[in-house]
């Protein structure tokens, strides 16, 4: 997707969810700070499309690893809750 400022990547988030979505900026900013600070996530301020100043967010290589890292740790994860499940019907 491109480095994007957060109003983007919320809409883009909301667009791709298979049931309503909604994200205000209570959670999500506080979870852009933290990724920036973990490394995994690097903010420049930019001109928007509208000529007002934002904070484009872009992964880094750090970020690119801890989301491999992440997504195997999710699918194990989400494995075996399907096997709970599967096994209790």
Do not use: F
Not at 24 to 44: D, H, M
Not at 60 to 71: D, V, Y
Not at 75 to 85: E, N, P, Q, S, T
Request: proline residues 3%; aromatic residues 8%.
């Amino acid at each position: 997707m491109g480095p994007q400022h957060a109003y983007a990547r919320t809409a883009r988030l909301e667009q791709l969810a298979d049931h309503p979505l909604t994200l205000n900026q209570g959670t999500l900013y506080p979870a852009l700070v933290r990724l920036e600070q973990k490394g995994w996530i690097r903010g420049t301020w930019q001109t928007t499309e509208n000529n007002r100043e934002a904070k484009y967010y872009a992964i880094t290589a750090s970020g690119r690893r801890a989301l491999e890292k992440q997504t195997a740790r999710w699918k194990r994860l989400a494995g075996l809750v399907d096997k709970l499940l599967l096994s209790e019907s």
